[in-house]
């Protein structure tokens, strides 16, 4: 049974940074990639950034540039450092990790910006 658990969520002002971690039960290599995903109210659940087994990362258009994602292979780790946020990236922000055609989900870590 994999399990992800997030942490890293809170309250920021816009400007302000973040760093989200995803904690998986198991060695990230095993996965073809592991990911970020992000739910606003009302809004679909969207990729944000993702990173292969083999560390190439992945970012969503609106994203690149502010966010970086990296791991933690030693603590079977991922990260997702969010800088210069604003107020429309408030959202649940979901770990994912992808293990041929299973995907895995964390229970998501609420992000709030605003001032």
């Known amino acids: 049974h994999v399990q992800l658990v997030e942490s890293g969520g809170g309250l920021v002002q816009p400007g302000g940074s973040l760093r989200l971690s995803c904690v998986v039960s198991?060695?990230?290599?095993?996965?073809?990639?592991m990911g970020w995903y992000r739910q606003a109210p009302g809004k679909e659940r969207d990729s944000v950034a993702l990173i292969t087994s083999g560390g190439t990362p992945n970012y969503a258009d609106s994203m690149e540039g502010r966010f970086t994602i990296s791991r933690d292979s030693t603590r079977n780790t991922v990260f997702l450092q969010m800088n210069s946020l604003k107020p429309e990236d408030t959202a649940v922000y979901y770990c994912n990790a992808r293990s041929g055609p299973v995907y895995y989900w964390g229970q998501g870590t609420q992000v709030t910006v605003s001032s």
């Open positions: 198991r060695s990230i290599f095993s996965f073809t990639y």
